[in-house]
């Protein structure tokens, strides 16, 4: 018999009051698989800071010198126009995941969801016990017992979420600065202990307080999900061309109902208080809890598992089931091309940067012999891994190149900026402008910079 269709998540009270939910504990393959997802993600999250590729950080997002190390590779402020394919080739992967497997993502390895189901929750139902046992002391009159549990639970959370943010916080400024300088003293480090804080608090609070209401009301990803699933898109789903009518069937006449036994197992284990039953919803995170729930029902029935399952609207309707669709190939072949053409931008960018700026004021002064001379910069950055070697140069007889430094070293990611000066006859200019290239070779490849020089239109003016 169907139930009364739930007008607003079951974790949402009058006002907008969370309802705390306490979804029963449940094992099973699905659990048993996402718990190695998560502790193979959490491996990857704690170690990744800690690794180095001959001596730059596997990944690093340096906030103070404003550099990004991926793999071992430097990319630095002007590098930005190269990561627009791959930010466009992960959208169109996300659309054909989401379009395919639905939210898989949610479920499996968004962090919220790994850190809360498998990190917070073991240590909450280490100290407080399981779920029926958790709603009984957090009724019951206040006692000493349970004050203790709370608050340990607590100060557990606040270390936890204070080293994830470090661990956070070692991607943007390496764990060298962690460990050595803002662990010794990290009130000299105002900056930093202001945002390690702040954002210690707010995991915190979104973990111990907040929790599965980021999924149900804040995360703008589940919004926009409709848009990419259909009929085709495979998700956790009850069967209920199987399962109705619900009822617990009674030996004499057990033909009448469907398998499902309207045990409501599949409802109590759910994190975000939903009934699968009434279809695919946005408070849904994929997390299969109902279906490792409901396949113990339907082994203790002697029923085969997989009431609730992975499945598509289409396979259970219309025994129809497509995972590979055009529109998933459409999706994965951009993505693909795209990440080609990140690749090869990678592979083909300048390992040196070299701006040649006019200085400010006057375009250029007159001698008293008639020469010009125009006023530079020149900043050169060394992009390479390793330090380099630099020379300046131009081949242009008529101009004479006047500079403090024409041969110069650079460390790796070392920026130099050299005022120079060019020194050229007024005769050589053409309407005013003379064509210039100077060359910066740096041992292995030289860049040429065309520049134009400004002088008087009429000679001798
Ligand atoms: S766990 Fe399975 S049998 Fe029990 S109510 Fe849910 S769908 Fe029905
Ligand atoms: S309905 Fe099932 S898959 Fe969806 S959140 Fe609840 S337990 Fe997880």
């Given at each position: 018999?169907?139930?009364?269709?739930?007008?607003?998540?079951?974790?949402?009270?009058?006002?907008?009051?969370?309802?705390?939910?306490?979804?029963?504990?449940?094992?099973?393959?699905?659990?048993?698989?996402?718990?190695?997802?998560?502790?193979?993600?959490?491996?990857?999250?704690?170690?990744?800071?800690?690794?180095?590729?001959?001596?730059?950080?596997?990944?690093?997002?340096?906030?103070?010198?404003?550099?990004?190390?991926?793999?071992?590779?430097?990319?630095?402020?002007?590098?930005v126009p190269i990561f627009v394919p791959l930010l466009i080739s992960v959208v169109f992967m996300v659309f054909a995941v989401t379009a395919s497997l639905g939210r898989i993502w949610c479920g499996w390895a968004c962090p919220e969801t790994v850190f809360l189901h498998f990190v917070f929750n073991p240590v909450q139902e280490l100290l407080e016990g399981?779920?029926?046992?958790?709603?009984?002391?957090?009724?019951?009159?206040?006692?000493?017992?349970?004050?203790?549990?709370?608050?340990?639970?607590?100060?557990?959370?606040?270390?936890?979420?204070?080293?994830?943010?470090?661990?956070?916080?070692?991607?943007?400024?390496?764990?060298?600065?962690?460990?050595?300088?803002?662990?010794?003293?990290?009130?000299?480090?105002?900056?930093?202990?202001?945002?390690?804080?702040?954002f210690s608090l707010i995991l915190y609070w979104t973990f111990a307080f907040f929790r599965e209401q980021l999924c149900v009301i804040a995360c703008p990803y589940a919004r926009f999900q409709s848009v990419l699933t259909d009929?085709?898109?495979?998700?956790?789903?009850?069967?209920?061309?199987?399962?109705?009518?619900?009822?617990?069937?009674?030996?004499?006449?057990?033909?009448?109902?469907?398998?499902?036994?309207?045990?409501?197992?599949?409802?109590?284990?759910?994190?975000?208080?939903?009934?699968?039953?009434?279809?695919?919803?946005?408070?849904?995170?994929?997390?299969?809890?109902?279906?490792?729930?409901?396949?113990?029902?339907?082994?203790?029935?002697?029923?085969?598992?997989?009431?609730?399952?992975?499945?598509?609207?289409?396979?259970?309707?219309?025994?129809?089931?497509?995972?590979?669709?055009?529109?998933?190939?459409?999706?994965?072949?951009?993505?693909?091309?795209?990440?080609?053409?990140?690749?090869?931008?990678?592979?083909?960018?300048?390992?040196?940067?070299?701006?040649?700026?006019?200085?400010?004021?006057?375009?250029?002064?007159?001698?008293?012999?008639?020469?010009?001379?125009?006023?530079?910069?020149?900043?050169?950055?060394?992009?390479?891994?390793?330090?380099?070697?630099?020379?300046?140069?131009?081949?242009?007889?008529?101009?004479?190149?006047?500079?403090?430094?024409?041969?110069?070293?650079?460390?790796?990611?070392?920026?130099?900026?050299?005022?120079?000066?060019?020194?050229?006859?007024?005769?050589?200019?053409?309407?005013?402008?003379?064509?210039?290239?100077?060359?910066?070779?740096?041992?292995?490849?030289?860049?040429?910079?065309?520049?134009?020089?400004?002088?008087?239109?009429?000679?001798?003016?």
């Amino acid at each position: 018999m169907s139930e009364a269709i739930q007008a607003r998540p079951g974790t949402i009270g009058d006002g907008g009051k969370r309802i705390a939910p306490y979804p029963t504990e449940i094992s099973g393959k699905f659990k048993k698989n996402r718990q190695f997802v998560a502790w193979a993600l959490l491996g990857l999250f704690f170690l990744i800071p800690w690794v180095n590729i001959q001596g730059f950080p596997l990944f690093q997002f340096d906030v103070f010198e404003r550099k990004l190390t991926l793999l071992g590779q430097l990319f630095w402020p002007n590098d930005v126009p190269i990561f627009v394919p791959l930010l466009i080739s992960v959208v169109f992967m996300v659309f054909a995941v989401t379009a395919s497997l639905g939210r898989i993502w949610c479920g499996w390895a968004c962090p919220e969801t790994v850190f809360l189901h498998f990190v917070f929750n073991p240590v909450q139902e280490l100290l407080e016990g399981k779920a029926h046992i958790r709603k009984m002391r957090d009724e019951a009159p206040f006692s000493l017992d349970w004050a203790w549990r709370k608050s340990l639970k607590h100060l557990i959370y606040l270390v936890i979420a204070a080293l994830i943010t470090l661990t956070f916080m070692a991607y943007f400024t390496g764990i060298q600065f962690i460990l050595r300088d803002f662990a010794g003293d990290p009130l000299n480090h105002s900056m930093a202990f202001g945002f390690f804080a702040s954002f210690s608090l707010i995991l915190y609070w979104t973990f111990a307080f907040f929790r599965e209401q980021l999924c149900v009301i804040a995360c703008p990803y589940a919004r926009f999900q409709s848009v990419l699933t259909d009929r085709q898109t495979l998700q956790v789903t009850y069967d209920h061309v199987r399962g109705e009518p619900r009822g617990k069937p009674k030996k004499e006449a057990s033909a009448v109902f469907g398998d499902c036994v309207s045990c409501n197992q599949c409802v109590k284990v759910c994190p975000t208080s939903i009934d699968i039953r009434q279809g695919p919803q946005l408070e849904c995170i994929g997390c299969a809890l109902c279906a490792d729930a409901c396949d113990q029902i339907m082994e203790t029935w002697r029923r085969p598992k997989g009431l609730i399952r992975y499945s598509s609207d289409a396979k259970i309707l219309d025994h129809n089931e497509k995972i590979i669709r055009p529109r998933f190939i459409i999706y994965c072949i951009v993505s693909a091309l795209l990440f080609l053409v990140f690749m090869a931008l990678v592979a083909l960018r300048p390992r040196q940067q070299v701006d040649l700026t006019r200085q400010g004021g006057r375009p250029y002064i007159q001698m008293e012999n008639g020469d010009i001379i125009n006023f530079y910069h020149i900043r050169v950055r060394n992009k390479d891994r390793s330090d380099r070697e630099y020379k300046m140069k131009i081949n242009d007889l008529n101009v004479e190149l006047i500079a403090a430094e024409t041969q110069f070293k650079l460390k790796s990611g070392e920026l130099k900026t050299i005022p120079i000066n060019f020194k050229i006859p007024g005769y050589s200019f053409q309407n005013g402008k003379h064509e210039l290239v100077v060359e910066i070779d740096n041992g292995a490849k030289i860049q040429k910079i065309k520049t134009t020089l400004a002088g008087p239109v009429k000679y001798g003016r």
